[in-house]
Nanobody, 122 residues
């Protein structure tokens, strides 16, 4: 089992920046891929990006490319999501997830955090 805890969400204005953290504990592994997803009520969970714990290389969804940066600290088992130039459409609950493949589908991730709310006002 892997436990994931997200933190850093909040209410910001359009154009602001925010950094989310995801702390992993339990049966962590260097083979894992850690991902970020977001969801708005009534919509499907949207892929934000992921980072391979093996390579350290991040990959982003089209809607956040160039504005969001994913990084990881393997020593702390923590992943970060630095968000810049936030837009109202970035509003949602942001979830951290862990899987074994570099994928965009939520179905390919096995463990999930409980999420942290990000609200961007216009």
């Amino acid at each position: 089992q892997v436990q994931l805890v997200e933190s850093g969400g909040g209410l910001v204005q359009a154009g602001d920046s925010l950094r989310l953290s995801c702390s992993a504990s339990g049966r962590t592994s260097s083979r894992y891929v850690m991902g970020w997803f977001r969801q708005v009520v009534g919509k499907e969970r949207e892929f934000v990006g992921h980072i391979s714990w093996t390579t350290g290389i991040p990959y982003y969804g089209d809607s956040v490319k160039g504005r969001f940066t994913i990084s990881g600290d393997t020593a702390k088992n923590t992943m970060y999501l630095q968000m810049k130039s936030l837009k109202p459409e970035d509003t949602g609950v942001y979830y951290c997830a862990v899987g074994l493949v570099e994928a965009r589908s939520p179905n390919d991730f096995n463990y999930w955090g409980r999420g942290t709310q990000v609200t961007v006002s216009s």
